[in-house]
């Protein structure tokens, strides 16, 4: 009986397959159906060849985080801690006021999960953009390293273990002491 199902499926398929491809396959249907992709701009113009990096110390100018209203695309204002000097010349002074924007925000989950919040698109005075590192990502306080033992131990009791899965994170603080280092690569072209 099972067999004689199986037969009957196959000839059934073989018998509407050609139906179903001839439809797909119609130049009508496919040009209504498809829209056009546009390819995304790449950058072929980095030189990886060269790993020169110069350090760029930065401090944020006031107190933002996630347990706070901040969003995304948010501009953020940083200041630079020390002259960024590139063969033997100053590129950027101390104390010169740079910009980023927050690019990606993860609230806090269950289980200790930390917030984090990622920096894109620095622009700091006298350096070209695409020299720059690409992001920066900071995190919250990660409480799951001690929520999971504790979990475990707590497992054998029944309902307790579960408890511990509404131990949230720790939230995103960024205030003026915190300091954060971008890379500038000088050779990339």
């Not at 040009?31 to 020169?52: A, G």
Request: net charge positive; charged share 20%.
């Amino acid at each position: 009986m099972l067999n004689m199902n199986k037969i009957i499926m196959t000839i059934f398929l073989l018998l509407i397959s050609p139906i179903c491809f001839a439809e797909i396959l119609d130049d009508d249907f496919v040009n209504s159906t498809l829209i056009d992709v546009k390819q995304p701009q790449t950058c072929l113009k980095y030189n990886y060849v060269s790993t020169k990096k110069v350090p760029i110390k930065l401090t944020f100018t006031e107190k933002l985080g996630t347990e706070k209203d901040v969003y995304e695309g948010q501009s953020v204002e940083l200041k630079v801690l020390n002259d960024v000097v590139l063969n033997n010349k100053v590129v950027v002074k101390k104390d010169t006021i740079a910009h980023a924007k927050i690019g990606i925000i993860i609230l806090t989950g269950m289980n200790g999960i930390p917030a984090s919040i990622i920096l894109e698109d620095f622009e700091i005075p006298n350096i070209q953009s695409n020299k720059l590192s690409g992001s920066f990502e900071l995190f919250g306080q990660d409480r799951s390293l001690f929520v999971f033992p504790l979990k475990w131990a707590l497992t054998p009791l029944p309902p307790t273990g579960s408890l511990t899965n509404f131990i949230m994170g720790g939230h995103v603080k960024l205030k003026p002491k915190k300091k954060i280092t971008v890379y500038y690569y000088p050779d990339w072209i």
